[in-house]
């Protein structure tokens, strides 16, 4: 089982930077993508970040359209942690954020709760 635990959440204002971090339980970590993911409130959670494991061929990393030119996802396998650099932050990224493996097979971790003002 997979216990995922994640930190670097705050409050910044509009235009501010955040580095999130992942740190994952079990060696699955370096076996299958890892993603991170938000939740907004009264929205369900998306999937905003992800990068392929990068075991058999290199890591192939996509964004949501929401956050492209501003995230950058990365991984370390033998650290097992995952970071997201979010720059130029917006309002609209407020949400707590959770990381997991793609698909999500993890138990869902506390989140860290980035809140971005105006």
């Known amino acids: 089982q997979v216990r995922l635990m994640e930190s670097g959440g705050g409050l910044v204002q509009a235009g501010g930077s955040l580095r999130l971090s992942c740190t994952a339980s079990?060696?699955?970590?370096?076996?299958?993508?890892m993603g991170w993911y938000r939740q907004a409130p009264g929205k369900q959670r998306e999937l905003v970040a992800s990068?392929?494991?990068?075991?058999?061929?290199?890591?192939?990393?996509n964004y949501a359209d929401a956050v492209k030119g501003r995230f950058t996802v990365s991984r370390d396998n033998a650290k097992k942690q995952l970071s997201l650099q979010m720059n130029s932050l917006k309002p609209d990224d407020t949400a707590v954020y959770y990381c997991?493996?793609?698909?999500?097979?993890?138990?869902w971790g506390q989140g860290t709760q980035v809140t971005v003002s105006s």
């Open positions: 990068v392929t494991s990068g075991n058999n061929s290199p890591s192939r990393i």
């Open positions: 079990e060696s699955i970590f370096s076996i299958f993508g």
């Open positions: 997991n493996t793609i698909p999500p097979l993890g138990d």
